[in-house]
């Protein structure tokens, strides 16, 4: 697996950027988890530092749009002493013809440490990675319908918050699978954790055709979808990404797959529902339930700062021998 | 507990006690301090419980050795702001775990003092700190490390030559 995404570690086998959660060990995640759950608690100090990145420069490089994400890496980064810099696509240099290798290298010029992308382009961000100097770590914000890695390992480390033991667990992915790259980062993510089962539901046309080689499997309704279900993801339906009729309608969408009070009694009495936003209310899932006492979606943004800390942590941190003890 | 490691608990303590410090509160250093902190916190008694620190994430060589996979939690009882610290470690060799509790203390807050009181002061310091309670002194070279270990809540040292960096 790991000769797939060679640029990801270094000739040690040490992680060096974070692309894809595909290739990736259950100790490197667990390792994640561990380390992003000391962190938790950094934000309730009076002085929300930690000095593991003083001195470096931290470019958010965001060729699409988003809020929660691009603010969770920028203040993760701060909190590791990061210096951070937020480039807006629509300002910058690539509306005039500039490539985004060639705006990379001119910010790397400047002497920056670590990039974390977003773009509309799959393995965006592991073209950038093969193309900088080795001191310089990239960080896929997601790219195009491949991935999003660290909204995958929060969402597991919101799980593992609620939920101990992840070989026990029945988890529902629902909605538009097809262009989420969340989906498929959580999928990866879920079975390199070993959990029990993983369903996906929705609308056939909003499922990839070779779902079931991911080790899933698909249901095309919510009743027997989510039985016995321990967690349910809920995905938000991508108007941008629609490129034709894959839906008959908003209405009957939310009536067949969106979650409600009573879809939600499918599923078992103590289960889950996570959603990573922004939320359609009344698409996919109704108010009562993003804001009644299952939901963790508001948890999951605040995890996503301790995670990302801990993600960028891993990845600046060397690994010669300690002299201390 | 091996006589010598006991007789610098001993030292230590008294050494605490006669400081007559006000309404003191005890931390150790994870992994050693807190057991030596222990130690003390059982022997003299403090008015609230033993708070803990791990240094891991304030550690000055963290671009070159990484993050310690198996980060404890620190975990401090009550407030620190105003308070008399007395920060406990096993063993002060270059004094950087010192300069790194002190940097995480005050990412905590304000206290009114800090007092350093460590099992083992040995040789070997790269930065300007030394202790104000100390159980026990050893002349060290630099490819000799002091080393605490616990058996059966009894603690010892052992002395070990390491391979030079």
């Given at each position: 697996?790991r000769?797939?995404?060679p640029?990801?570690?270094?000739q040690?086998g040490?992680?060096?950027?974070f692309?894809?959660i595909?290739?990736?060990s259950e100790?490197?995640?667990t ?5 992003a759950?000391?962190f938790i ?5 009076e ?22 994400t ?7 980064a ?9 480039m807006?696509a ?5 509306t ?16 920056t ?9 799959s ?21 195009g ?33 097809l ?8 999928i990866?993510?879920?079975?390199i ?6 369903r ?6 909003l ?13 095309n309704?919510?009743?027997?979808g ?5 967690v349910?993801i809920m ?17 009957e969408?939310f ?5 409600t009070?009573?879809?939600?009694d ?9 959603h990573p936003?922004?939320?359609?209310r009344?698409?996919?899932?109704s108010?009562?339930v ?18 990302r ?7 600046m ?6 002299k201390?003890? | 507990?091996?006589n010598?490691a006991?007789n610098?608990?001993?030292?230590l303590?008294q ?14 250093i994870?992994t ?18 033993l ?5 891991s ?6 671009s ?26 096993d ?6 775990t ?6 995480e203390i ?11 009181g ?13 202790p ?13 490390q002091?080393?605490?270990y616990?058996?059966?809540g ?7 030559e390491?391979?030079?960096?």
């Open positions: 697996m000769a797939d995404f640029v990801q570690f270094d040690n040490k992680l060096r950027h692309l894809t595909q290739g990736l100790d490197t995640l390792g994640i988890l561990d380390i759950h000391s608690d950094f934000g309730k100090r002085i929300k530092k930690i000095p593991l990145m003083r001195g470096k420069t931290m470019v958010n490089l965001f060729f699409e749009p988003s809020t929660r691009r603010t969770t890496f920028e203040i993760a701060k909190r590791l002493s990061a210096d951070v810099v937020n807006n629509t300002r910058m240099s690539t005039k013809g500039e490539t985004i290798l060639d705006t990379v290298k001119t910010i790397e010029a400047m002497h440490d670590m990039f974390v992308v977003r773009d509309r382009a393995g965006a961000a592991q073209l950038i990675a093969s193309h900088l100097p080795d001191h310089v770590r990239v960080i896929n914000a997601g790219d319908r491949h991935e999003h890695p660290t909204q995958a390992m929060l969402d597991v480390f919101t799980i593992r918050q609620h939920k101990q033991d992840f070989s026990k667990l029945r988890i529902a992915i629902v909605g538009d699978i262009h989420s790259r969340v989906a498929r980062s959580q990866h993510a879920l079975n954790l070993g959990v029990r089962e993983i996906v539901i929705g609308p056939r046309t499922i990839p055709t070779d779902i079931e080689t991911m080790g899933v499997g698909y249901v309704n919510m009743r027997d989510l039985e016995d279900i321990d349910i995905l938000r339906i991508q108007r941008e990404r629609m490129d034709g009729q894959l839906i008959p309608s908003e209405q969408y009536a067949r797959y969106g979650l009070e009573r879809t939600l499918f599923a078992k009495p103590d289960a889950m529902v996570m936003g922004p939320i359609n009344g698409l996919e899932i108010s009562s993003a804001d009644g006492n299952r939901s963790v979606i508001l948890d999951q943004v605040t995890n996503g700062i301790a995670v800390m801990s993600i960028m942590a891993h990845l941190g060397g690994q010669e021998k300690s201390w003890t | 507990m091996d010598t006991s610098a608990i001993d030292n303590a050494q605490v006690v006669s400081s007559s410090i006000d309404d003191p509160l005890l931390i150790g994870h050693g301090g807190v057991w030596v902190a222990d130690i003390l916190h059982r022997k003299i008694g403090f008015n609230e419980e708070g803990t620190l791990d240094i994430f304030y550690r000055d060589d963290f070159k050795v990484g993050l310690n996979p198996q980060v404890k939690a620190s975990s401090l009882p009550v407030g620190i702001e105003d308070r008399n610290i007395i920060l406990i470690d063993v002060l060799y270059t004094g950087r010192i300069r790194a509790a002190l940097n005050f990412s905590y807050g304000r206290p009114a003092s800090v007092k350093l460590v099992l083992i002061k040995r040789t070997g310091r790269e930065l300007p700190i030394q104000d309670f100390t159980g026990m002194e050893l002349d060290l070279d630099n490819h000799q002091a080393k605490l616990r058996d059966n009894k603690l010892g040292f052992s002395i070990d390491t391979s030079s960096i």
